[in-house]
């Protein structure tokens, strides 16, 4: 009984899509309108903009500016410069003269033209040898790296090309010319094109192609051939602007009203990328293929990135499926599709065919050359046109048990086996508790049934006698797994013809069939023998390769000659579905991938190379937020100064993959031990960097884990001024003088304590010892019998002397202590010593002591002080016969003045010279450096006068 509705999708084919990324005026900041790209010599992009030149760095759209705004054209050139063309302007790109950008800069030749020459906008920029030239529709400029020459046609150029080291062009009404030294040269038959605009060139396995915006023609033996190619009558509806060859010799098509095309060198169709498809626009100026083998679209809207050079092809809405693949299958050379609610049949044509089921298509399998299909929980037979539905009670999965058609399926509905006859099927056996909907099948070679479920794996045993089924053993296993998410989903698949059991906690298990336990598989990459990794899916090819899908990732286990595996990641980094259902590999030269969305398929054999090497560019070093240099280490490494210890490097990368997916990791040597962790940012903040020469790194990783050459950048900081040479010396200078000083002061303390003790030491000899001489002299008076008379007149002379000695020492006592070095002890004394000395003389006296003097009184300064003082009140009470006595002190601007003067009777000067008060004095006044005046003569009176800087 026919139960599906079959629909053939003949109006689609079932070509896959290669991955397209589309960019957005927004996204690059410019004009909707685009022309050209190019490449400089480290990979990274440069787009012709109608508003600007555009840099694609990986991570920033950087503008480059050129008069007249508007550029049409962009060409890499053999001496490693970009050359323009725009409206009335060519020039190229180089690198700049301002230091504070990383960016390139434009730079005119329009000076080399007369300016009465007005040549219009440059559609095409070319070059051979050491010769550039632009051509727009009024003129052809060469420049040969100093001047130029130019050609005029009689009415306009269309196109320039390089062929063979030979620049051509394109006259209206004349055809295509050969440029020589001095002229154009038509070629032979070159005016074939005399009326058709020649829209491209291209060499296609060696063969010489021409294409009119329609048709394309091969240039043979002076002739021109017409081509009739599939592409033909699509161009000649849409209108081709360019066509370039790829790396593969196949060709891309763009069109100005119906997208790109993508056909073999033969120019069959391979497909027609529109807006309906995935591209920005249907309306393309300029393609361009980089090194890498993507295609960029210049478009009327924005740009488009179409990976053709990828493995990668992605099968869905556009190719016929409208959703998620949950099985596949090949039957009769042809590759069938399990879907959420139908199967697809697709041949190599690319027709497909689809039979709605009405559910889930979990299976499909061949069983003696005749295709089942397990949908909705229930079997069909596919009988050549359509699909039968067969009565089984319930069917998941299925698998061949013995050959030729006993098969075991198993659903939630339970366990079964049976023999399949054509669309009949008889049961032999039925485990109706075993009712776990299967996530696999599969049946080994000593007949152990496995059925992995979302909780661990079931190990069926069928027990047979004869051909009939008796009874059966089940055990489950490896329900003790330990994750995050506590997920015991089990997979079981057949790897190097034994069971593989994929877990998430106990990595790839297998079975001993000795001891009936698991054990883990550990004859794999190591990365597939992690524990803490999730495995999801893994089927094994013809060839013994593995591929897998395992934390959250697609791999392969490629196998070498040795029988061990190499992983590989690669191109499968790119394949961004968060559910994968299934991995098919039993399609020769491809591997398949069921999605939510449909299907991808990676190419085995290819051509692409993911290890490509690409440049990491330092795009700017920042100091607080200013730029201070451009990316390109300079010949000298720059000096900054201390206060210039804060720096942001930027950079990027020119990886054009999953640009997002790309991490840098940074290190400064000299400060970083280490490179830092990698990271997504592009940028990297440097803070109180020390003094020191330092060399910064920074190094990438693209979505293929491809590493990047470090680009490096030295610099030199300076140390602050309080660290530098001359500072440590002044450093050194003030130290050795602290230092010396400090022992000046040392010694000078000593020689004062040295000073002090002899000072004593003459104070006590001058002052005392005269008067205990005199002492012990009236002693030996009193003692001695020579003496006759009143002897009581000698103890009161020893009485008056022991008074005077007492009286100096307390003086020398009173000087020495350092408790009386201050100015108000010192005056206080000098008040109390007058008037008592005065009063007892009953002398009439006036003192004028100063209240204040500020400062210190150091100790021998009041000693001499005190003692001078002293020597000029004494005298003047007990020899002048004075009856008044002044008495002046005061301190004015740092200078101590006494005057002591009285109105007794004068002294003779030249006697008084020969004193030895005067001369104690003097000598006082000469040791604090004082300066002394006395004026006195007979019945004049005396007057003192001490003048002392303190």
Excluded at 407 to 428: A, I, K, N, P, R
Excluded at 540 to 555: F, K, M, P, T, V
Aim: hydrophobic share 35%.
């Amino acid at each position: 009984m026919i139960v599906t509705g079959f629909s053939p999708v003949l109006a689609q084919t079932f070509h896959g899509f290669p991955l397209i990324e589309n960019y957005s005026p927004e996204e690059y900041n410019g004009s909707v309108q685009n022309w050209a790209f190019s490449e400089d010599s480290n990979g990274v992009l440069f787009l012709s903009n109608v508003q600007v030149i555009k840099k694609y760095d990986g991570v920033n759209w950087l503008p480059i500016n050129v008069p007249n705004s508007r550029t049409y054209s962009i060409h890499s050139a053999a001496d490693g410069r970009l050359y323009v063309g725009g409206v009335n302007e060519i020039g190229y790109l180089d690198a700049p003269t301002d230091s504070s950008t990383a960016i390139e800069q434009y730079y005119s030749l329009r000076y080399l033209i007369p300016d009465s020459i007005e040549f219009g906008r440059v559609f095409d920029v070319t070059s051979a040898g050491n010769d550039i030239y632009f051509q727009s529709n009024e003129i052809l400029i060469r420049y040969d790296g100093s001047e130029v020459d130019y050609f005029e046609p009689s009415v306009r150029f269309s196109s320039t090309f390089n062929k063979d080291g030979v620049i051509y062009v394109r006259e209206a009404l004349e055809g295509i010319k050969e440029v020589t030294e001095d002229s154009l040269i038509l070629i032979p038959r070159g005016d074939y094109f005399a009326e058709k605009n020649l829209i491209s060139y291209l060499k296609v396995q060696n063969k010489d192609v021409f294409c009119a915006y329609n048709k394309c023609a091969e240039y043979r033996d002076n002739e021109f051939l017409e081509l009739d190619m599939e592409v033909d009558s699509y161009l000649s509806e849409f209108y081709m602007d360019e066509a370039i060859v790829l790396q593969d010799e196949s060709i891309v098509f763009a069109t100005r009203l119906g997208g790109i095309v993508h056909t073999n060198s033969k120019g069959d169709i391979l497909n027609i990328i529109t807006e309906e498809t995935g591209l920005i626009s249907n309306t393309v100026y300029g393609v361009y293929e980089d090194r890498y083998g993507s295609v960029w679209a210049a478009t009327i809207n924005g740009l488009s990135r179409i990976d053709f050079g990828l493995p990668l092809r992605v099968f869905d809405e556009r190719s016929g499926i409208n959703e998620g693949i949950m099985s596949v299958s090949k039957y009769n050379d042809k590759l069938v599709f399990g879907s959420s609610t139908a199967v697809y049949h697709t041949d190599r044509s690319g027709s497909i065919q689809k039979f709605t089921m009405g559910g889930i298509c979990s299976d499909l399998k061949v069983f003696s050359s005749k295709l089942f299909a397990a949908c909705a929980e229930r079997m069909y037979a596919y009988n050549g046109s359509d699909y039968d539905m067969i009565s089984v009670p319930g069917t998941y999965k299925m698998a061949l048990y013995d050959d030729p058609n006993m098969v075991v399926m198993s659903s939630s509905q339970g366990f079964y086996v049976g023999t399949l006859d054509g669309d009949q099927f008889e049961q032999l056996y039925a485990i109706e508790n075993l009712s776990s909907v299967p996530t696999s099948l599969l049946v080994d070679a000593a007949k152990n049934v496995w059925v992995s479920t979302k909780i661990g794996v079931y190990r069926v045993v069928l027990e047979w006698e004869g051909d009939r089924v008796t009874g059966h053993t089940v055990e489950q296993y490896l329900v003790d797994q330990i994750n995050i998410s506590d997920d015991k989903r089990t997979n079981v698949t057949q790897l190097q013809g034994e069971p593989a059991f994929l877990t998430w906690g106990k990595g790839i298990q297998r079975f001993d069939e000795k001891t009936g336990s698991m054990y883990q598989e550990m004859n794999l990459p190591q990365m597939f023998t992690d524990t803490t990794r999730q495995y999801y899916f893994a089927n094994e090819d013809a060839e013994g390769n593995i591929w897998l899908r395992s934390g959250g990732d697609y791999q392969g286990a490629l196998k070498n000659e040795e029988g061990s595996y190499q992983v590989l990641e690669g191109p499968l980094k790119l394949v961004d579905y968060n559910q994968n259902n299934l991995i098919f590999t039993g399609d020769d030269d491809h591997v398949w991938y069921g999605t939510e969305q449909g299907a991808i398929r990676y190419s085995k054999n290819h051509n692409f190379d993911h290890t490509a090497s690409y440049h990491t560019q330092i795009n700017e070093v920042l100091v607080r937020n200013d730029s201070l240099i451009n990316g390109g280490q300079t010949e000298e490494a720059p000096v900054l100064k201390y206060m210039n210890n804060e720096l942001r490097f930027t950079y990027a990368a020119a990886s054009y993959f999953a640009p997002e997916e790309t991490e840098y990791r940074v290190k400064l040597s000299g400060f970083d031990e280490d490179w830092s962790i990698w990271s997504s940012e592009a940028q990297k903040d440097y803070t109180n960097i020390p003094e020191g020469s330092y060399s910064f790194a920074v190094q990438a990783r693209n979505v293929f884990g491809v590493m990047s050459e470090s680009e490096i950048f030295e610099f030199k900081i300076l140390p602050p001024w309080y660290r530098t040479w001359w500072a440590y010396l002044l450093y050194s200078l003030t130290i050795a003088g602290i230092l010396y000083t400090a022992y000046r002061i040392r010694v000078n303390q000593l020689l004062r304590v040295e000073r002090i003790r002899n000072n004593i030491a003459s104070d006590l000899h001058d002052e005392v010892s005269a008067t205990l001489s005199s002492i012990s002299y009236f002693a030996q008076a009193i003692q001695s019998d020579k003496v006759t008379g009143d002897k009581n007149r000698f103890v009161r002379l020893i009485a008056d002397s022991a008074g005077d000695a007492k009286e100096k020492i307390t003086d020398i006592v009173w000087a020495i202590n350092p408790e009386h070095d201050d100015w108000t002890g010192f005056l206080s004394k000098c008040r109390r010593y007058a008037s008592d000395l005065l009063e007892s003389k009953n002398i009439s006296y006036s003192l004028k002591i100063t209240e204040h003097i500020p400062g210190k009184l150091d100790m021998q300064l009041r000693q001499h002080l005190w003692l001078i003082f002293k020597e000029m009140v004494t005298n003047a009470a007990r020899h002048s016969e004075a009856n008044n006595l002044d008495i002046i002190i005061k301190f004015k601007d740092g200078m101590f003045s006494l005057v002591v003067q009285d109105d007794g009777t004068g002294m003779d000067v030249d006697g008084v010279k020969k004193g030895n008060g005067l001369i104690n004095i003097n000598k006082r006044a000469e040791l604090i450096g004082a300066e002394v005046d006395l004026r006195t003569s007979e019945g004049f009176g005396t007057r003192w006068k001490l003048n002392v800087r303190v």
